[in-house]
């Protein structure tokens, strides 16, 4: 995105898509859809993801990062 000729960083492209738990790339981050940015979280304030393959959706924790 662009504004005032500046290019404007969206993080929320990094983490857009996520691979599903069956392994699909392509798994969708669901968003708040009245502001259609706001990633939408579940009671544990993990982001969710929409898989168009399996058709489920599951969490993804955005602070349980493990190295
Ligand atoms: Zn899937």
């Known amino acids: ?3 005032n000729g500046h290019y404007v960083k969206r993080p929320l ?3 857009k898509y996520h691979a599903c738990p069956a392994g699909h790339k392509r798994a969708i981050l669901l968003v708040d859809l009245q502001t259609d940015t706001i990633p ?3 009671n544990e ?4 993801y929409y898989c168009p393959v ?4 599951f969490s993804v924790g955005s602070s349980a990062k493990r190295a």
Do not use: P
């Not at 304030?45 to 969710?48: A, F, I, P």
């Not at 399996?54 to 959706?57: D, E, H, K, P, S």
């Open 1 to 3: 995105m662009r504004e």
């Open 13 to 15: 492209q990094d983490i």
């Open 40 to 42: 939408e979280l579940d």
């Open 45 to 48: 304030g993990n982001r969710q």
């Open 54 to 57: 399996c058709l489920r959706i």
